[in-house]
């Protein structure tokens, strides 16, 4: 099972958006509204941000957002915050003989 | 509140293994999925596999069957993940991660250990 595919790095400057973008198959993505998205700040653990492509686990603030269109899922960060410099990864289910995939990873950079 | 509380670091000499534990509280622990991840140096997050808590029964992804192992203690609420034969590519941090699943659909983690580091130098 190949890693879905995410760009390596996004920026932008406090109080900006940006949006990053995860780009899967029919077989995982594109099949499934299982995706979620994970914050991970260096040294530290994961963090669930999204799950079921949209939804928000209590306590990520809304800021956070999340959405999919055929094989690409995306979460968009908006009024960006020196707190969200971080690494993020997206995931989906993939079937039952796959199970489950992460992406390559974005590195968020707040100028 | 939820915790995953995981051994502490380890370093190891190739062809050994090691045994990581993943202890949980503050929920009941047959309730969810266990999840393994691995993360090398510098590099992304790699599903290992999952283990229900239920039944004990593992499921492990591609490129990790053969010397890789999950296990539970039902009684001490505790999931393991032991590495035999170790070399160094399994040089990496190594997180347990609650698992929300539907049958056996895992959908996403909602609770992560601290990370284990294991170290595999001669």
């Known amino acids: 099972q190949s890693a879905l595919t995410q760009p390596p790095s996004a920026s932008g400057s406090p109080g900006q958006s940006v949006t990053i973008s995860c780009t899967g198959t029919?077989?995982?993505?594109?099949?499934?509204?299982?995706v979620s998205w994970y914050q991970q700040h260096p040294g530290k653990a994961p963090k669930l941000m999204i799950y079921?492509?949209?939804k928000r686990p209590s306590g990520v603030p809304d800021r956070f957002s999340g959405s999919k269109s055929g094989n690409t899922a995306s979460l968009t960060v908006s009024g960006l915050q020196a707190e969200d410099e971080a690494d993020y990864y997206c995931?989906?289910?993939?079937?039952?003989?796959?199970?489950?995939?992460f992406g390559t990873g974005t590195k968020v950079t707040v100028l | 509140q939820v915790q995953l509380v995981q051994s502490g670091s380890e370093l190891k000499k190739p062809g050994a293994s090691v045994k990581v534990s993943c202890k949980a509280s503050?929920?009941?622990?047959?309730?969810?999925?266990m999840n393994w991840v691995r993360q090398a140096p510098g590099q992304g997050l790699e599903w290992m596999g999952w283990?229900?808590?239920?039944?004990?029964?593992?499921t492990y992804a591609q490129g990790f069957t053969g010397r890789f192992v999950f296990s539970l203690d039902t009684s001490v609420s505790t999931a393991y993940l032991q590495i035999s034969s170790l070399k160094a590519e399994d040089t990496a941090v190594y997180y347990c991660?609650?698992?929300?699943?539907?049958?056996?659909?895992?959908?996403?983690?909602?609770?992560w250990g601290q990370g284990t580091l294991v170290t595999v130098s001669s």
């Open positions: 995931s989906s289910y993939a079937g039952s003989n796959n199970l489950y995939v």
């Open positions: 283990i229900n808590t239920n039944t004990g029964n593992p």
């Open positions: 503050g929920y009941t622990f047959t309730s969810y999925a």
């Open positions: 029919s077989s995982d993505v594109g099949g499934y509204n299982y």
């Open positions: 991660a609650r698992g929300e699943s539907l049958g056996l659909a895992i959908i996403y983690f909602d609770y």
């Open positions: 079921e492509v949209s």
